[in-house]
């Protein structure tokens, strides 16, 4: 999400390169970052990789003024997904992902366009994100009574400030194979570290850049607080806040790959350790503590009208 944004084109492509060097085989995107411009980005530094990866994008948002330029209608999908191979500079998408509901809309109308495009060999799997798993369990099961393409994962908001979908979800898609790609595992930097306690935001946080936005809501007083007692207890353990907190999702049962987003290479550098580490029993018992299973302390779903747990 930093592509194309925050992040110099120069040090974006860096980033990547160095994640695949590392070893990550997925990257993540979708058509409304940076109005276009971080799948163009990605395009760019995957013109010669572009075998090497799953390349994942989504639709569903806004890319025009018009009433066809959103939402999950059969019209915007077709479009959108052509108007997305072009800036990725590919012919297809590994996975192309649902990137918020549309409840106005019938699901056979979403499930029918995102098909035909697996069909046409423009797509080879279709996700959704940030769903929540009733409709999950209906598009599924619609897949199955009208032999539909099938949603092969879903990609909420997961992480220790908020573990709502371990509720629902996350026994849902272990009882139907689902993979999970939890976003904000690090909780946009709160339990990395990056909002210290009695301080002001940092100049180049999103929270500062975004006064008011849904990334300043994020940033609470309880969740500051949490983000503390989280760095002493990874300072404890032998590990950066921002590892433990990527281990933590990672490890979790039902996580897939956990998608990190790093606005610098010496971010994506510090986390990368991650992938040979394993979260011990006793470092999750002590994560508990913090907040525990199914709980919320900060609420990442703020994005989705369709969640309403109250959070203080």
Request: net charge neutral.
């Amino acid at each position: 999400m930093n592509l194309g944004g925050p992040t110099p084109d120069d040090e974006g492509i860096r980033i990547v390169h160095a994640a695949l060097d590392a070893g990550i085989n997925i990257v993540d995107t979708a058509n409304v970052y940076h109005d276009g411009a971080s799948e163009t980005l990605l395009g760019k530094a995957l013109a010669d990789r572009r075998d090497r990866i799953v390349l994942a994008t989504k639709v569903h948002g806004r890319m025009g003024p018009g009433p066809n330029d959103a939402g999950n209608s059969r019209l915007h999908i077709l479009r959108a997904c052509e108007a997305s191979l072009r800036r990725l500079g590919t012919d297809y998408i590994d996975l192309y992902q649902v990137h918020r509901p549309s409840p106005e809309i019938p699901v056979e109308e979403t499930l029918e366009a995102l098909t035909d495009l697996v069909r046409a060999g423009k797509v080879r799997y279709i996700g959704c994100s940030t769903h929540p798993a009733w409709m999950v369990m209906e598009a599924l099961a619609t897949s199955e009574r009208r032999g539909l393409a099938r949603y092969v994962s879903e990609q909420p908001p997961y992480n220790l400030l908020d573990r709502r979908i371990e509720n629902e979800l996350i026994p849902l898609a272990q009882r139907y194979g689902l993979a999970l790609l939890p976003w904000a595992p690090l909780a946009q930097g709160v339990l990395a570290g990056r909002y210290p306690a009695g301080t002001a935001l940092p100049d180049d946080s999103r929270a500062a850049r975004q006064p008011g936005s849904i990334y300043a809501e994020r940033v609470t007083a309880r969740g500051i607080e949490a983000g503390a007692r989280f760095s002493a207890l990874a300072e404890a353990m032998g590990r950066t806040p921002g590892q433990l907190a990527l281990l933590w999702c990672k490890d979790q049962p039902g996580v897939t790959a956990p998608i990190v987003g790093p606005r610098t290479l010496a971010q994506l550098e510090s986390l990368l350790p991650v992938l040979e580490m394993s979260l011990a029993a006793e470092e999750r018992a002590a994560c508990d503590t913090i907040n525990g299973p199914g709980g919320v302390l900060v609420n990442f779903h703020n994005t989705a009208p369709w969640m309403k747990t109250p959070v203080a």
